[in-house]
């Protein structure tokens, strides 16, 4: 099953409209782009807690790692550069974080609110290699935009 980004985004945003609180935000964002695709082994938040610290928030899957700085890894790099951390092979990826030994592939996010502030960042794993591509991210900040940014 493959995810229809158009279908999902119409879904999210009915679920959405008219809420503003992060974290309920997060966790219906979560839920709905969790069970739509069976490439989405682990799909979750790590809001921003404080500078250059991540902690976990809602989530779907088995356990996550619970606190990573911006300085380390896929979810590190995506908040420290501002820019969609795209990972065909997690094991080349330098200082990556292995929270599941299943993660084969990962895409990470940056979600700013709507003062334009960094407040968390979307980490999707795959225990397939090579999951993810361009339109998964132009979808994905997509529909991270229309949620917490506008």
């Not at 380390?72 to 065909?88: H, I, S, Y």
């Not at 997690?90 to 084969?104: L, N, Y």
């Amino acid at each position: 099953m493959r995810i229809d980004y158009d279908s999902i985004a119409k879904s999210i945003d009915a679920l959405t409209e008219g809420e503003d609180d992060a974290v309920a935000l997060m966790a219906t964002v979560v839920c709905e782009l969790h069970h739509a695709d069976e490439r989405f082994d682990w799909t979750g938040f790590y809001r921003v807690v404080g500078p250059e610290l991540l902690k976990i928030g809602p989530y779907q899957g088995g356990h996550g790692c619970l606190v990573i700085p911006f300085s380390r890894g896929v979810c590190g790099a995506a908040a420290r550069t501002g820019e969609t951390q795209l990972v065909d092979d997690v094991d080349a990826f330098p200082d990556h974080i292995a929270c599941a030994s299943s993660t084969r592939s990962e895409i990470v996010l940056p979600v700013w609110n709507r003062a334009g502030d960094l407040m968390a960042v979307l980490d999707i794993d795959s225990d397939q290699p090579a999951a993810f591509n361009g339109q998964d991210a132009d979808a994905l900040r997509d529909i991270l935009d229309r949620v917490f940014a506008t």
